[in-house]
Nanobody, 115 residues
Framework: QVQLVESGGGLVQPGGSLRLSCAAS????????MGWYRQAPGKERELVAY???????NYADSVKGRFTISRDNAKRTVYLQMNSLTPEDTAAYYC?????????WGQGTQVTVSS
């Protein structure tokens, strides 16, 4: 069984920062790309950022220059550093890990940007 445990969400004021973490555990023997998605109320889930097992990254246009994705392969953990947050970043954020044969999803962590 595979578990993805996310942490780091919360309430932050506009212009603030948060760092999300997602740690993979259990019977996952291969980890390829790792990424973050988000879903705001009434909207479809969208890709925020992903990072390959070689370290290549890709970002949604809306977060370029503000968010940074990174990973620690030894800890099987992916991070998302979010700076200069705006109310438009408010959403549930989901971790995604590609385990070779299938994708795994975290349970989601809420990020709310509000004054």
């Amino acid at each position: 069984q595979v578990q993805l445990v996310e942490s780091g969400g919360g309430l932050v004021q506009p212009g603030g920062s948060l760092r999300l973490s997602c740690a993979a555990s259990g019977s996952i023997f291969v980890i390829r790309a790792m990424g973050w998605y988000r879903q705001a109320p009434g909207k479809e889930r969208e890709l925020v950022a992903y990072i390959s097992n070689g370290g290549s990254t890709n970002y949604a246009d809306s977060v370029k220059g503000r968010f940074t994705i990174s990973r620690d392969n030894a800890k099987r953990t992916v991070y998302l550093q979010m700076n200069s947050l705006t109310p438009e970043d408010t959403a549930a954020y989901y971790c995604n890990v590609n385990g070779g044969l299938r994708d795994y999803w975290g349970q989601g962590t809420q990020v709310t940007v509000s004054s």
